[in-house]
């Protein structure tokens, strides 16, 4: 079975400072898919980024960027230019490309990064 | 992507009874996915439903206190059942989109 594994319960960042959030995996699969979804207090979930395993290229999303290392398995997201509105729980997830089987279409889930950010 | 309407978005329930989530998309899917988020923790998978056949449960979750009822591509419930303090927790409905997954809302349930 996939792991998750996020070792930063918390961060802390300053407005307009860069911070970068870990995430490790573990996987004997070679074609996935790695997601980082933010949860701010509102409880709704937000995607942020999502990794195709077979792409090479790191994913970017505007502010927010990727340092993906297939052979390391690790999946690190870094936030740039922070903004209070980045403040939120911060969650790292995984699935298999597998399009069958008991795995398929399910997420799963590091146990959480809560990112504060400080004016 | 898709658009879920999950209802309520919090009750507080006493031991004993039972409460039902509701999940409404605004299109088709095939899976929609029943999560529990306990107090600071991290999302679990409690089961996968599917339209026209019986939910499929993760290990630890069973049929008898999270009955699934997935009648349309379109809708789902969730029933968390005899409910005790431990049931207290935030549950999420999901569904794939073709980027990732949309999440509802979100209920959040405290037992009294």
């Known amino acids: 079975a996939q792991t998750v594994t996020q070792s930063q319960p918390e961060m802390s960042v300053q407005e307009a400072e860069t911070v970068t959030l870990s995430c490790t995996y573990d996987?004997?699969?070679?074609?996935?898919?790695l997601f980082w979804y933010k949860q701010p207090p509102s409880r709704q979930m937000i995607l942020v980024i999502r990794q195709e395993a077979y792409k090479q290229q790191n994913a970017t999303e505007n502010r927010f960027s990727v340092n993906f290392q297939k052979a390391a398995k690790s999946f690190s997201l870094k936030i740039s230019d922070s903004q209070l509105g980045d403040a939120a729980m911060y969650f790292c997830a995984y699935r298999s490309a597998a399009t069958g089987g008991t795995s398929y279409g399910k997420l799963t889930f590091g146990q959480g990064t809560i990112l504060t950010v400080h004016p | 992507s898709a658009v879920i309407s999950q209802k309520p978005s919090r009750d507080i329930c006493q031991r004993g009874t039972s409460l039902t989530i509701q999940c409404q998309v605004d299109?088709?899917?095939?899976?929609m996915f029943w999560y529990r988020q306990q107090p600071g923790q991290s999302l679990t998978l409690i089961a996968t439903?599917?339209?026209?056949?019986?939910?499929?449960?993760e290990s630890g979750f069973v049929i008898d206190k999270f009955p699934i009822s997935r009648p349309n591509l379109t809708f789902s419930t969730l029933t968390v059942s005899n409910l005790s303090p431990e049931d207290s927790s935030i549950y999420l409905c999901s569904v794939g989109t073709g980027d990732g997954y949309t999440f509802g809302s979100g209920t959040r349930l405290t037992v009294v």
């Open positions: 439903a599917n339209q026209g056949s019986e939910a499929t449960y």
């Open positions: 299109s088709q899917v095939t899976m």
């Open positions: 996987t004997s699969e070679s074609d996935y898919y």
